[in-house]
């Protein structure tokens, strides 16, 4: 099972992008999904997730800001992130509880990808 995140990139602040994350392999099902970040210097943060039935919940700090979705027939978790600030800069890692064809559950992580907001 492999989970690849993609859209990061540089945006100034006030900007938006879209972080979406595919979950690949012997999969059986997917249960919740979350997206999570790391600031330099500081310790990994969960900001957002989605269950299986499309529940949402948020961090504070990304509330009215942020939007998770999720594509179940597409495996793939998305991040809708507007009214960027430099705060919000950090590598966001996608997690996933993912029960394997083997019927194995366990989390997954993905590699991250880079979000920079400038001033």
């Known amino acids: 099972v492999q989970l690849v995140e993609s859209g990061g990139g540089l945006v100034q602040a006030g900007g938006s992008l879209r972080l979406s994350c595919v979950a690949s392999?012997?999969?059986?099902?997917?249960?919740?999904m979350d997206w999570y970040r790391q600031a330099p210097g500081k310790q990994r943060e969960w900001v957002a997730g989605?269950?299986?039935?499309?529940?949402?919940n948020y961090q504070d700090s990304v509330k009215g800001r942020f939007t998770i979705s999720r594509d179940n027939a597409k495996n793939t978790v998305y991040l809708q992130m507007n009214s960027l600030k430099p705060e919000d800069t950090a590598v966001y890692y996608c997690?996933?509880?993912?029960?394997?064809?083997?019927?194995?559950?366990?989390?997954?992580w993905g590699q991250g990808t880079q979000v920079t907001v400038s001033s």
């Open positions: 997690n996933a509880r993912i029960t394997t064809t083997l019927r194995v559950p366990f989390n997954y």
């Open positions: 989605i269950t299986i039935g499309g529940s949402t």
């Open positions: 392999g012997s999969i059986f099902s997917i249960n919740a």
